[in-house]
């Protein structure tokens, strides 16, 4: 395992969690990390990735969540205020672009109305 995600969980809408992606190995470490995510029958999509300094995010998530990263313990967090039944997705970090063989097993965001 090179990457591993955690912190999902089940919210209401307007609540908020922070995911944490941690990581392993030179390569990693000096890489781009994104936040990539799958809602049930969608396409995966992009929602946010972290360089050094430069971050990007989703449309969708500007201004409610926001990526960071703790480059000493090579962990990137994604934090989500305010979030909204349609963020319920499987969360997934990755290199950005994105990696076949970096893709893991997710955690569940589930958001409740």
């Known amino acids: 395992v090179q990457l591993e995600e955690s912190g999902g969980g089940l919210v209401q809408a307007g609540e908020s969690l922070k995911l944490s992606c941690t990581f392993w190995?030179?390569?990693?470490?000096?890489?781009?990390i994104g936040w990539f995510r799958q809602a049930p029958g969608k396409e995966r999509e992009f929602v946010a990735s972290?360089?050094?300094?430069?971050?990007h995010y989703a449309d969708a998530v500007k201004g409610r969540f926001t990526i960071t990263r703790d480059s000493a313990r090579n962990i990137v967090y994604l934090q989500m205020n305010n979030l909204k039944f349609e963020d319920t997705a499987v969360y997934h970090c990755?290199?950005?672009?994105?990696?076949?063989?970096?893709w893991g097993q997710g955690t569940q965001v589930t958001v409740s109305t």
């Open positions: 190995g030179r390569t990693l470490s000096a890489s781009d």
């Open positions: 990755n290199t950005d672009p994105p990696q076949a063989q970096y």
């Open positions: 972290i360089g050094w300094t430069i971050t």
